[in-house]
Nanobody, 121 residues
Framework: QVQLRESGGGLVQPGGSLKLSCVASGRILSFNTMGWVRQAPGRERELVAIVRSGGDTRYADFAKGRFTVSRENANNTMYLQMNVLEPEDTAVYYC???????????????WGQGTRVTVSS
């Protein structure tokens, strides 16, 4: 079992930035995939970004150029730097994990509780 804990959410004005963190603990394999998924009110979950243990990344179209996903394998920590935030980015952001390679967030087997991001003036 892998446990995930997100942090870093909050209220930010449009155009502002936030950095989310996700710390993984438990039975973490060296070859894995982590990622960020978000869910806005009344909408389904959607991929934000994926990063594999080797460093390969994949982004949703809305995240490209504004968001950067990264990780520190030594600390089992993943980050999401979000810049130029828009009201449409308001959502709960979840951290997900799976062993091996995942090409879709629907392959994640462990989830955090989520951290809320609100973009509003």
């Amino acid at each position: 079992q892998v446990q995930l804990r997100e942090s870093g959410g909050g209220l930010v004005q449009p155009g502002g930035s936030l950095k989310l963190s996700c710390v993984a603990s438990g039975r973490i394999l060296s070859f894995n995939t982590m990622g960020w998924v978000r869910q806005a009110p009344g909408r389904e979950r959607e991929l934000v970004a994926i990063v594999r243990s080797g460093g390969d990344t994949r982004y949703a179209d809305f995240a490209k150029g504004r968001f950067t996903v990264s990780r520190e394998n030594a600390n089992n920590t993943m980050y999401l730097q979000m810049n130029v935030l828009e009201p449409e980015d308001t959502a709960v952001y979840y951290c997900g994990y799976t062993n091996g390679i995942a090409t879709s967030w629907k392959g994640f087997v462990s989830w955090g509780q989520g951290t809320r991001v609100t973009v509003s003036s």
